[in-house]
């Protein structure tokens, strides 16, 4: 019976001394998932943002008036909202294309030593402008 109380103890005081690494663990998960997040996000603004800027077609029947609309709609949950530029350019092949980079400053809700408290995110699309045809 002695032993029994014993080994009861001896868990609890090994639970204590996992327990803030297992917390630890979680919360930097979290904080890595919600990075994942904000960046693929980011990146669908981008490509959203080319896509309005290269078709003009397109821009034109889009309920959206601006680039940044455009760029933006994917995101409507980040607060604050990310920075959309844009500008003309040429591909490889000498096409006019149009970049579309999108940016925002990530913060950590956990502020642990060695986890930083803010990364910066940018994104950048670079799509070619779609030739104007006339029937």
């Not at 896509?51 to 604050?80: E, F, G, M």
């Not at 920075?83 to 970049?99: R, Y």
């Not at 910066?120 to 029937?135: K, Y």
Request: glycine share 6%.
């Amino acid at each position: 019976m002695r032993n029994r109380s014993i080994r009861r103890g001896a868990a609890a005081v090994e639970a204590a001394g996992v327990l803030p690494f297992l917390l630890y663990l979680c919360v930097i998960g979290a904080d890595w998932a919600r990075l994942m997040y904000y960046t693929i996000t980011i990146e669908h603004c981008a490509r959203n943002g080319a896509l309005w800027a290269s078709d003009s077609i397109y821009a034109a029947q889009s309920p959206y008036a601006t680039l940044t609309d455009a760029a933006l709609a994917d995101a409507p949950n980040l607060s604050p909202a990310p920075d959309v530029s844009s500008s003309n350019t040429t591909d490889g092949a000498g096409n006019a294309a149009v970049k579309v980079t999108v940016s925002m400053t990530f913060s950590t809700i956990t502020h642990f030593p060695g986890v930083p408290t803010s990364e910066s995110l940018t994104r950048t699309v670079q799509m070619r402008v779609a030739p104007v045809t006339t029937r």
